[in-house]
């Protein structure tokens, strides 16, 4: 089916391993983020990519690895997971421009033992 | 420093009262999008706007440039539309309030 899809959608890891949540779109958007939505401060950007092999940090970079070697993927990688990024995290895409309509995936919830 | 402020944080409202939600910002943007998240998680873009209103059935978005504020109105609102309310604004990112909860009881 066409669409922004995420996975896993729920993860629980311990502190210090490594983590990496999988984002696939089906559109050929050219803009993906990766927000992460916390309680008492909404979505905050963590990383965005424009273009394949082009990506840029957000408000909320550190901990976190990005990489974007295909248009439809962009995957976000904890390399050492920390209790502080347990949190819900939303893949979006948008069309060409960026300041488009942004579709969101559903969602990762990832807790941090 | 919160670039988006929305009010209320929360909202319980009557089945066919008229709602409205505020946003003001302090950056200049390129663009602002109101979005719904309804309680499983999922997030849908309502609207996005750059000047004046839209209107989409019983959602009606309004932008002040000039005041940076811009607000949300359902008319006629429904327990289905009880979600939370989230504006964002995209200078050279997006950044985005923390929502209105509201609630539609019947």
């Known amino acids: 089916d066409a669409g922004i899809t995420q996975s896993p959608r729920y993860k629980i890891t311990e502190t210090g391993r490594q983590v990496t949540l999988m984002c696939h779109q089906t559109?050929?958007?050219?803009?993906m983020f990766w927000y992460r939505q916390d309680l008492g401060h909404g979505l905050r950007l963590i990383y965005y990519?424009?273009?394949?092999?082009?990506?840029d940090k957000g408000e909320v970079p550190d901990g976190y690895v990005v990489s974007r070697s295909k248009t439809e993927n962009f995957p976000l990688t904890l390399e050492s997971a920390t209790r502080s990024q347990t949190s819900v995290y939303f893949c979006a895409s948008t069309r060409p421009g960026g300041l488009d309509t942004q579709y969101f995936g559903p969602g990762t919830r990832l807790t941090v033992l | 420093k919160n670039e988006v402020e929305q009010s209320p944080q929360n909202l319980t409202a009557q089945e066919g009262e008229f709602i409205t939600i505020n946003c003001s910002y302090s950056v200049g943007i390129s663009a602002l999008h109101w979005l719904q998240q309804h309680p499983g998680g999922g997030i849908v873009s309502l609207f996005m706007l750059s000047s004046g209103k839209k209107k989409h059935g019983r959602l009606i978005a309004t932008i002040n440039i000039q005041e940076k504020h811009s607000s949300l109105h359902i008319t006629a609102s429904h327990p289905r539309d009880s979600a939370v309310y989230i504006c964002a604004v995209r200078d050279n990112q997006f950044y985005f309030g923390t929502g209105t909860s509201l609630t539609v009881i019947p």
């Open positions: 990519s424009a273009a394949a092999d082009i990506t």
């Open positions: 559109w050929s958007h050219s803009y």
